[in-house]
């Protein structure tokens, strides 16, 4: 409802599920939970859905470090700032990478 104006949408799915409006509505907020929070920040901060790479286990592979760099930068709160920005940080400052891999300088 925003001020006076009420509206309502219909939406149709094909579920396996029961038809129970609650639990079909909290399958499909968990579904895009797990879009916005994990696939979206994938592609905004390393380009993963513009990613050339298919060549057997590659993709994969990639995939996963790209998992684990995004996981790395997100438990970094030394610096306030978004992960594509830490991510440049961590390209252009050696020590900033340092930090954020937990590796000590000898």
């Known amino acids: 409802m925003i001020g006076s104006k ?7 799915v094909i579920s396996s599920l029961p038809a129970d409006s609650e639990r079909i509505l909290h399958a499909v907020r ?5 879009e916005n929070g994990l696939h979206w920040c994938l592609d905004v ?3 993963e859905d513009a990613c050339p ?3 057997r286990n590659a993709a994969l592979d990639f995939s ?3 998992r684990a760099a995004m996981n ?3 438990a970094d709160h030394s610096r306030a700032m978004g992960l594509p920005k830490k991510r440049k940080a961590a390209a252009w400052n050696p020590d900033y990478l340092a930090n ?3 590796l000590r300088e000898i």
């Open 72 to 74: 790395l930068f997100r």
């Open 53 to 55: 790479i298919r060549l």
């Open 6 to 12: 009420t509206e309502t949408d219909r939406r149709y």
């Open 45 to 47: 901060t390393f380009g």
């Open 64 to 66: 996963l470090l790209r």
């Open 100 to 102: 954020i891999l937990h």
């Open 30 to 34: 968990m579904h895009w939970d797990i």
